[in-house]
């Protein structure tokens, strides 16, 4: 069961899936169907099949709190179950894969609503990257009989900003396409910003991808509203702690495939944009400060501290 597990992780690690929701369930829906054809008879040897599958899975993608926070919370159900027989524990993976899935979904549901009503028509939206939380929300935003135009940056060196142009055209949504490079000369169109997020800090800090907090210094520049949309579960505990999160830094290749060996080439996959340039963050529990991201986790999600 290891191969299905690592096939998943591989995927995630080469950028198959993409997206921290979409690698958050591939995640788990790995460990369902490990748990529905695990081959183990005993209790320990089946904890230690999960254990192992939870490393290669946290180790597929550094900055990936949501996954991280999904796989941890099944682990946890199961450890905390009193059952000793296998195919009993691999109901509870199953139970909890589902009940896990169903709060990400209600998590997204919710936050379309919310933040669709702060999309106006005649509005342009400028975003960064790919997030299915936002894309999710601006079709909300055109279901609710908004117009607006979306602008997406390219997103180099993966292109995922082609993804959103591609999903913006398929609704009907007027989109116009740039370079990285040309965010500050297309800012004074913009009406807000709104991007995705890879993880949520204690600090109030947001990672995301490379780019980000050049976009929202840009938006400060010229007053612009930037949104961070987020799921609550995309908070990483363990910067309560004094860690710092991990920023993914990946291969040469993608930037230049043939450039001169001798060239030092550096491929960061996200930056960190501070509090004090998010205008707010757009969650399941409405629009809050990025200071008081703890706070509300907390309260909502008081097992992810613990």
Same mark, same amino acid.
């Given at each position: 069961?290891?191969?299905?597990?690592?096939?998943?992780?591989?995927?995630?690690?080469?950028?198959?899936?993409?997206?921290?929701?979409?690698?958050?369930?591939?995640?788990?829906?790995?460990?369902?169907?490990?748990?529905?054809?695990?081959?183990?008879?005993?209790?320990?040897?089946?904890?230690?099949?999960?254990?192992?599958?939870?490393?290669?899975?946290?180790?597929?993608?550094?900055?990936?709190?949501?996954?991280?926070?999904?796989?941890?919370?099944?682990?946890?159900?199961?450890?905390?179950?009193?059952?000793?027989?296998?195919?009993?524990?691999?109901? /509870? *993976? !199953?139970?909890?894969?589902?009940?896990?899935?169903?709060?990400?979904?209600?998590?997204? $549901?919710? &936050?379309? #609503?919310? +933040?669709?009503?702060?999309?106006?028509?005649?509005?342009?939206?400028?975003?960064?990257?790919?997030?299915?939380?936002?894309?999710?929300?601006?079709?909300?935003?055109?279901?609710?009989?908004?117009?607006?135009?979306?602008?997406?940056?390219?997103?180099?060196?993966?292109?995922?900003?082609?993804?959103?142009?591609?999903?913006?055209?398929?609704?009907?949504?007027?989109?116009?396409?740039?370079?990285?490079?040309?965010?500050?000369?297309?800012?004074?169109?913009?009406?807000?910003?709104?991007?995705?997020?890879?993880?949520?800090?204690?600090?109030?800090?947001?990672?995301?991808?490379?780019?980000?907090?050049?976009?929202?210094?840009?938006?400060?520049?010229?007053?612009?509203?930037?949104? /961070? *949309? !987020?799921?609550?579960?995309?908070?990483?505990?363990?910067?309560?702690?004094?860690?710092? $999160?991990? &920023?993914? #830094?990946? +291969?040469?290749?993608?930037?230049?495939?043939?450039?001169?060996?001798?060239?030092?080439?550096?491929?960061?996959?996200?930056?960190?944009?501070?509090?004090?340039?998010?205008?707010?963050?757009?969650?399941?529990?409405?629009?809050?400060?990025?200071?008081?991201?703890?706070?509300?986790?907390?309260?909502?999600?008081?097992?992810?501290?613990?």
């Amino acid at each position: 069961m290891a191969e299905l597990v690592h096939g998943t992780a591989e995927k995630i690690r080469r950028l198959e899936v993409q997206g921290a929701r979409n690698v958050a369930i591939a995640a788990v829906k790995a460990l369902e169907i490990l748990a529905k054809e695990t081959k183990a008879k005993k209790r320990a040897e089946f904890m230690k099949e999960l254990s192992v599958a939870k490393e290669l899975l946290f180790a597929s993608r550094e900055t990936e709190p949501l996954m991280r926070n999904a796989v941890r919370w099944i682990l946890n159900q199961v450890e905390d179950s009193d059952e000793r027989n296998v195919s009993e524990l691999a109901r /509870v *993976v !199953s139970l909890s894969s589902q009940k896990i899935q169903k709060i990400f979904e209600n998590a997204k $549901e919710r &936050i379309a #609503e919310i +933040g669709a009503k702060r999309i106006y028509s005649g509005a342009t939206i400028l975003t960064h990257c790919h997030s299915s939380t936002v894309t999710y929300m601006l079709n909300k935003a055109l279901k609710d009989g908004k117009k607006f135009r979306v602008i997406c940056t390219e997103t180099r060196p993966a292109f995922q900003g082609r993804l959103t142009a591609k999903e913006m055209l398929s609704l009907g949504i007027k989109t116009t396409f740039i370079v990285d490079s040309a965010a500050r000369s297309f800012m004074h169109e913009v009406d807000l910003v709104m991007v995705g997020a890879d993880a949520l800090t204690s600090e109030g800090s947001v990672i995301n991808k490379i780019g980000t907090g050049t976009i929202a210094l840009l938006a400060q520049e010229t007053r612009k509203p930037f949104y /961070v *949309v !987020s799921e609550l579960l995309k908070f990483d505990p363990t910067t309560l702690y004094g860690e710092y $999160e991990k &920023i993914e #830094e990946r +291969g040469r290749d993608e930037v230049w495939k043939d450039a001169p060996t001798e060239l030092d080439i550096r491929n960061p996959a996200f930056d960190v944009t501070p509090p004090h340039l998010i205008h707010g963050i757009i969650c399941e529990e409405g629009i809050i400060s990025p200071n008081a991201v703890t706070e509300v986790v907390y309260r909502v999600y008081p097992w992810v501290l613990h």
